[in-house]
Nanobody, 121 residues
Framework: QVQLVESGGGLVEAGGSLRLSCAAV????????MGWYRQAPGKQREFVAV???????NYSDSVKGRFTIFRDMSKNTVYLQMNSTKPEDTGVYFC???????????????WGQGTQVTVSS
């Protein structure tokens, strides 16, 4: 099985920075896109950023210019560098990846458990 293990969440003051990490572990055959979603209290989960295997990235308008997504292919790890944070960035951040475990015959999505990010005003 493939598991995504997130770390790096916490409390930060508005304007500060935080870096989230997500490592894919287990029986991995290959991964393509890796990215992040977030869910604020009382709201639906929303897209934040994604990076392809070719390291092409895409961002939601709400974080463009402030957040940077990058990955280390050798470690099956994706990062989210959060700069110039705002209180509206508060929420649970979920990592996801698309790809194949060793026993998978078609591509599937894997999700992490989520890490809390709180931005104080």
């Amino acid at each position: 099985q493939v598991q995504l293990v997130e770390s790096g969440g916490g409390l930060v003051e508005a304007g500060g920075s935080l870096r989230l990490s997500c490592a894919a572990v287990g029986n991995i055959r290959s991964l393509s896109d890796m990215g992040w979603y977030r869910q604020a209290p009382g709201k639906q989960r929303e897209f934040v950023a994604v990076i392809s295997r070719d390291e092409i990235s895409n961002y939601s308008d709400s974080v463009k210019g402030r957040f940077t997504i990058f990955r280390d292919m050798s470690k099956n790890t994706v990062y989210l560098q959060m700069n110039s944070t705002k209180p509206e960035d508060t929420g649970v951040y979920f990592c996801y990846a698309e790809g194949y475990g060793l026993l998978d015959w078609k591509s599937r999505e894997f999700w992490g458990q989520g890490t809390q990010v709180t931005v104080s005003s």
